[in-house]
T-cell receptor, first 110, second 112 residues
Framework: GQSLEQPSEVTAVEGAIVQINCTYQTSGFYGLSWYQQHDGGAPTFLSYNGLDGLEETGRFSSFLSRSDSYGYLLLQELQMKDSASYFCAVPQSGTYKYIFGTGTRLKVLA | DGGITQSPKYLFRKEGQNVTLSCEQN?????MYWYRQDPGQGLRLIYYSQIVNDFQKGDIAEGYSVSREKKESFPLTVTSAQKNPTAFYLC???????????FGEGSRLTVL
């Protein structure tokens, strides 16, 4: 089967940098995605890594190491509005079946 | 505007009743999904459909049913066989080129 593990909660202060990790077990690999979800809202897409390395999108970056079955989301210059839950997700090998990680709740303190 | 539209946003039902949640999309996505989310938890896949007239069970399909008669529509029925149906239900479509999932705003079901 497939599984994705994330820390349950991370706390940081405004202006800081925080890293949210995701380790995965999959049969085959077709890329790792990240989503943000505010309380009561729907998840929104943040980034995608299909190959090893760092992808940067503004204050958010995402990293992937396929050899380590590991990725992370890096949030820089934290703002209060970044307080949300963050999920990593992968498609099951060769299908459109997307599986989500356990989710990490980020609290940004003033 | 293009997107995924779910309705109703809030729904209450009595035990023993079936209820159908609507999901419509105008993004021309072939693949559509239903996820369930319990408070403080992640997203669990109920059903997904890759093409019209075809769908597959996800990890928690028991007590649910779906249909995909049109590309634009993927309704979910929560049946009386679902023992703990109170949850937040999310519908999504997938962009085949990027793999990005687009979610609707969700339907919050409460069983009284």
């Amino acid at each position: 089967g497939q599984s994705l593990e994330q820390p349950s909660e991370v706390t940081a202060v405004e202006g800081a940098i925080v890293q949210i990790n995701c380790t995965y077990q999959t049969s085959g690999f077709y890329g790792l995605s990240w989503y943000q979800q505010h309380d009561g809202g729907a998840p929104t897409f943040l980034s995608y890594n299909g190959l090893d390395g760092l992808e940067e999108t503004g204050r958010f970056s995402s990293f992937l190491s396929r050899s380590d079955s590991y990725g992370y989301l890096l949030l820089q210059e934290l703002q209060m509005k970044d307080s949300a839950s963050y999920f990593c997700a992968v498609p099951q090998s060769g299908t459109y079946k997307y599986i989500f990680g356990t989710g990490t709740r980020l609290k940004v303190l003033a | 505007d293009g997107g995924i539209t779910q309705s109703p946003k809030y729904l209450f039902r009595k035990e023993g009743q079936n209820v159908t949640l609507s999901c419509e999309q105008n993004l021309n996505h072939d693949a559509m999904y239903w996820y369930r989310q319990d408070p403080g938890q992640g997203l669990r896949l109920i059903y997904y459909s890759q093409i019209v007239n075809d769908f597959q069970k996800g990890d928690i399909a028991e007590g649910y049913s779906v249909s995909r008669e049109k590309k634009e529509s993927f309704p979910l029925t929560v049946t009386s066989a679902q023992k703990n149906p109170t949850a937040f239900y999310l519908c999504a479509g997938a962009n085949a080129n990027t793999g990005e999932l687009f979610f609707g705003e969700g339907s919050r079901l409460t069983v009284l």
